[in-house]
Structure formats: structure tokens, C-alpha cells
């Protein structure tokens, strides 16, 4: 059985390895720890969703956001904003399409809800 593949970019690598096992059962899983690799990861494979932390340290992960949605190949790819941040300092106003929102710190359950409802629409 083939599994969507979850692209996760978190600088955090402990925490990278909580949501990586927490989603084996049901994603396949692709990990980087900066926007940089998370580049090099969406040139070699276009993920089915991505988990992205808002605070990395080589470009915030909202102007990478924005980076994302530029590129027409990327644009339509659901997108899990992962933050300790207030969501009104990241995303003034509604969140674009295809876009959720998880604060930190999150429990397994409400990742994979989260996913569930963001993957449905």
C-alpha cells in the first residue's frame, strides 16, 4: 500500500522525531530541519502534505510559506503551520486555503486531527 508522504520542517530534531512516529501507521515521512533542505526535499519529490514550523533559523517559516505558494507545483499542497506563536502575528486575518494551524505545544491526537481535517477539505 502506497502512503501519502507528510514532509515535516522542524528545527527541532526531537520534536521532528515525535511527529515522524507519531505519523508512520499512516504517512510516509520526510523530514528537514531548515528551509534550505526543506527545498532540496519538495525539488525531489512533491509531498501530499506539508508540517511546517513557523520559527527556523535560516527564513522564518511564514516567508517560506509564502515561497511555497508561489510556485505553481507547491501551491496546492496542504500546508500545517506548526507554532508557539499566536496565529494572529503570523497569519493576520483568515488563513489561506489549504492551510491549518496547530499551536505547541500539540498532543498526538490533535496532529492527526489536525491532518485529518486539513487533508479533507
Known amino acids: 500500500m502506497n502512503l501519502p508522504v507528510a514532509l515535516v520542517i522542524d528545527d527541532d530534531p526531537e520534536l521532528r522525531a515525535y511527529i515522524v512516529r507519531r505519523l508512520a501507521p499512516y504517512y510516509e515521512t520526510r523530514e528537514a530541519g531548515t528551509c534550505s533542505v526543506a527545498l532540496d526535499c519538495l525539488e525531489e519529490h512533491v509531498p501530499d502534505v506539508i508540517l511546517l514550523d513557523i520559527g527556523l533559523p535560516d527564513t522564518d517559516g511564514a516567508t517560506f510559506f509564502h ?28 488563513l489561506p486555503l489549504r492551510t491549518a494551524y496547530l499551536p505547541k505545544p500539540f498532543t498526538s491526537r490533535s496532529l492527526l486531527l489536525a491532518l485529518e481535517g486539513l487533508t479533507e477539505k
Open 67 to 94: 515561497v511555497i505558494r508561489s510556485r505553481p507545483e507547491w501551491a496546492n499542497i496542504p500546508i500545517l503551520l506548526m507554532t508557539g506563536f499566536s496565529l494572529a502575528m503570523v497569519f493576520p486575518g483568515q
